[in-house]
């Protein structure tokens, strides 16, 4: 049997199967998320009109907006698991709160990369504008 399949069996033995799918699609929703960031700040980048760079920057900040937005309800929904349901229950609920902490720490860590990457750019805009 293999590590995932061992995994998988344990999951479904004490209930996380369908919390994990759901898990694992936020997961690929946010992966999706923050490469449609990184790809807008690339553009920014790239780009050598003004105007154009200033709207992908707008673009950047709101999707930056909108994932912090998304961080937030995700750190809400792990207050609600940590009820008081007792025994196994408890420990899934730990568990799970365990992983949606590290999820959300390594959102974290992405977005500051994101924020900083974006300050980046506006120093650098600011720059060519002292230039000119």
């Known amino acids: 049997m293999t590590k995932n399949a061992i995994i998988l069996s344990f ?48 673009d950047h900040m709101r999707l930056m907006q909108e994932e912090m937005q998304s961080m937030r309800a995700m750190m809400g929904q792990g207050h609600e698991m940590m009820g008081s349901d007792g025994g196994m229950m408890m420990n899934k609920n730990m568990m799970q709160h365990m992983q949606q902490m590290q999820r959300r720490m ?27």
């Open 11 to 58: 999951m479904l033995l004490v209930g996380l199967g369908p919390i994990a799918v759901a898990q694992d699609q936020a997961a690929e929703e946010k992966a999706a998320r923050f490469e449609q960031m990184q790809e807008v700040m690339k553009q920014a980048k790239e780009t050598t009109d003004p105007a154009a760079r200033r709207k992908l920057m707008r």
């Open 106 to 132: 390594d959102s974290m860590q992405q977005m500051m990369e994101q924020m900083m990457a974006q300050q980046d750019m506006r120093m650098d805009m600011e720059d060519g504008e002292r230039e000119e």
